[in-house]
């Protein structure tokens, strides 16, 4: 039984030793690169929370200012008609907010409304008292413009329940004809006014609500309260897109909510104060028809106005049942309430200052924006990712980002930020180049070091078996020519066995020194130090040289030599070294000799031709079985045999081709080898001396 060099080892057994080596290696560092990506990524997730949290402080701000302004609007602005001016020096003008088209710096604006302490509506858009025809310098088209709009705003809070369903407007008992203000003509307006004296001004006293309330105030009141409020009933408005807890996001910020909680009820109980305090002044009577005495006539009698002090407390906001956004507020007159509000188009509200901030700026490229009121779903923003982002993050996707209300008036507007992708961002892109290194680097060394292994473990049993096969070389020839030569001194061999004892004798010395020949080539080549002496020699030497050498081998082995040559190429000369060609031809011979024994056509064809203009082959082909395709290119490896050492039939030490190749490339030549049919043909090709082309 052979012995082994590396007891135990295999390929089975490196591929494990080298796995194990490799996981021993890649899982700290997979740990280490894993921790990296989980630091950046969330710092990357607080990057994105910072850029929602200036983008809710940006988007708070803005509707601040546009509720400042409307706060900022008086008692009188709700009113058709003002009085400009100091008191009885005053004139008459309308109110800022009786343009039409409606202008406001809020958008989406419908209309203005108030609903006065009897439960009567009314709009800045036209007066209380008003004729059917051409009035107050307003043609009938826009007057009829202006009644459709006021039309539009009744019904919409008529349908939500906040005003009666009582004449659209309050009339006084003095309607107005065409052309006829209080009974007198247009031409009389001035003595109308003049007639009029001003009315003191009342003292300031607490508000008192009337002891009947009327159901528009009450239907405010209730809108304004949180206690009955969709958000407190766990309901879902009509027209909203369900409830946030339906969205399922991953909520790790509970404090967080709980202080924005604190927040919006600390916001409810500042909006409940009183604002401001002011003064105020309105004609008694709406009923004067023209503006065109904006300035009255130094001759003209004073106008009648009434001057009065008001209250007024914040603006309250809410969602309508029907979709719309209302702002409205309570003011006292003399001891009596008012309502007065704004009516929104929410989708507009929401579009020019939410959604355009929104998609202004980075935080909408990794995630979606959600608006809701009172906890349910009024729109949703979806992020505008362009690609570069870390996807398919289950841990991240869905979590949410910010939720936090709007301050003051607008408490119950909730803007909740969901993460949908977080950006790469530089450091996300070197540590990916990271990973593909790593593991280009690991799996390449994993690689090299198993082919590397792998090749010493077959070099081992080459090696082994390269002992073995010469153990077995050496020793058969050599206890045969023991016991041919004993027989031969002790006289035991007849005259007639002498001749092919000697024979036999010289023949096994031929192949030991053939074989010594190879060992001694074999050990200065894994010195590195196989030398060559190149001189120039003709293909005709060459060929003469080889049939010298080989001769005799092929007449004991009962085979037939061909030696050819092309005419054309036999005083072409080449830069060789003798003895190593003559060796390498000595080598293919013994080997075709060695593996076509059984063919039936025994004959070796040794042939020199002309490949290129500027090279030599010299081809032996024997008519044994070929090669297979597999094997082709492992024959020329040292120590390789396509036979196992207990089972194989033909002798050698798997040195022979090895060394061929490796003369060959020394003296700037090449082996190759083709499968003819039948038998193998090898191929050694030399340059032909520059000087002899």
């Known amino acids: ?126 007066p209380e008292n008003r004729q059917s025809g051409n009035f107050l310098q307003l043609s009938s088209v826009e007057v009829k413009n202006r009644e459709q709009l006021v039309q539009q705003i009744y019904q919409t809070l008529n349908k939500n329940k906040l005003v009666a369903s009582k004449p659209l407007l309050a009339v006084k008992q003095n309607k107005l004809k065409d052309g006829v203000v209080g009974g007198k003509r247009e031409d009389d307006v001035s003595g109308i006014m003049s007639s009029m004296s ?213 408490g119950q507007l909730e803007l909740i930020f969901s993460v949908n992708t977080l950006p790469i961002g530089p450091g996300g892109v070197v540590l990916g180049w990271l990973v593909v290194v790593l593991a280009v680097v690991f799996l390449t060394a994993f690689y090299l070091m198993y082919r590397l292994g792998l090749k010493q473990i077959m070099l081992s049993r080459q090696q082994q078996d390269f002992v073995s096969a010469v153990s077995h070389e050496l020793k058969t020839p050599l206890t045969s020519i023991r016991m041919y030569g004993e027989m031969l001194r002790e006289g035991w061999a007849t005259e007639d066995k002498r001749k092919s004892y000697y024979d036999f004798i010289f023949t096994e010395s031929e192949r030991l020194s053939r074989l010594i020949n190879n060992v001694l080539q074999l050990a200065r080549m894994t010195r590195n130090d196989l030398s060559v002496e190149l001189s120039p020699c003709s293909v005709e030497r060459l060929l003469n040289i080889i049939e010298s050498k080989i001769s005799s081998q092929v007449e004991q082995a009962d085979f037939t030599v061909n030696i050819e040559c092309d005419d054309n190429i036999r005083d072409r000369a080449v830069d060789i070294d003798e003895d190593n060609f003559s060796q390498i031809m000595i080598n293919l011979v013994d080997n075709a000799l060695k593996f076509s024994a059984a063919a039936e056509k025994k004959q070796i064809d040794i042939k020199a031709s002309r490949a290129k203009a500027d090279t030599i082959q010299f081809s032996v082909r024997d008519y044994g079985p070929g090669i297979a395709r597999d094997q082709m290119k492992k024959i020329f490896q ?56």
Do not use: C
Not at 32 to 57: D, P, T, V, Y
Not at 305 to 312: D, G, L
């Open 198 to 410: 001003s009315a003191p001004s009342p003292s300031m006293e607490a508000p008192k609500q009337s002891k009947k309330e009327v159901r528009s105030q009450l239907a405010f009141d209730q809108l304004g309260s949180s206690d009955s409020s969709a958000y407190r009933q766990q309901k879902v408005i009509p027209g909203s897109l369900g409830r946030v807890e339906d969205l399922k996001l991953k909520n790790k910020y509970q404090k967080k909510l709980e202080s924005q909680k604190r927040h919006l009820t600390e916001s409810k109980a500042k909006a409940s104060k009183v604002l401001r305090k002011e003064r105020n002044v309105l004609p008694v009577a709406e009923m004067e028809e023209s503006l065109a005495l904006e300035k009255r006539d130094s001759d003209k009698k004073d106008l009648r106005v009434s001057i009065f002090e008001s209250e007024i407390d914040a603006f309250n906001f809410s969602v309508l049942d029907s979709g719309q956004f209302v702002l409205f507020r309570k003011v006292w007159k003399n001891g009596q309430r008012y309502i007065q509000g704004i009516l929104i188009d929410s989708q507009q509200f929401i579009d020019k200052v939410i959604r355009e901030s929104f998609y202004a700026t980075g935080v909408s490229l990794g995630s979606d924006l959600t608006i809701a009121y009172q906890g349910n779903v009024l729109s949703v923003l979806g992020s505008a990712s362009s690609g570069r982002y870390i996807a398919s993050n289950p841990e991240l996707q869905g979590t949410l980002l910010l939720q936090s209300n709007l301050s003051s008036v607008l």
């Open 1 to 126: 039984m052979r012995a082994k060099s590396l007891p135990g080892w295999n390929k089975s057994r490196l591929r494990l030793v080298l796995l194990l080596f490799f996981m021993a290696l890649a899982i700290p560092t997979g740990l280490l690169i894993m921790q990296a990506g989980s630091q950046m990524k969330w710092e990357a997730f607080h990057q994105q929370r910072l850029l929602a949290e200036e983008l809710h402080a940006r988007i708070d701000r803005r509707y601040m200012k546009l509720i400042e302004v409307e706060s900022a609007r008086s008692f009188t602005d709700y009113s058709f008609l003002n009085v400009a001016g100091e008191n009885n020096n005053g004139f008459l003008k309308r109110s800022p907010l009786s343009a039409y088209p409606v202008k406001s710096g809020m958008p989406g604006v419908i209309g203005y409304f108030q609903i006065d302490h009897n439960d009567l509506f009314s709009t800045p858009l036209l």
């Open 638 to 693: 040292l120590f390789y045999r396509s036979e196992n050492e207990q089972t194989r039939v033909t002798v050698g030490t798997g040195i022979g081709l090895a060394l061929v190749n490796q003369l060959a490339q020394t003296m700037n030549g090449k082996v190759d080898v083709v499968n003819q049919s039948p038998g193998a043909e090898f191929i050694v090709s030399f340059p032909i001396r520059a000087d002899a082309r």
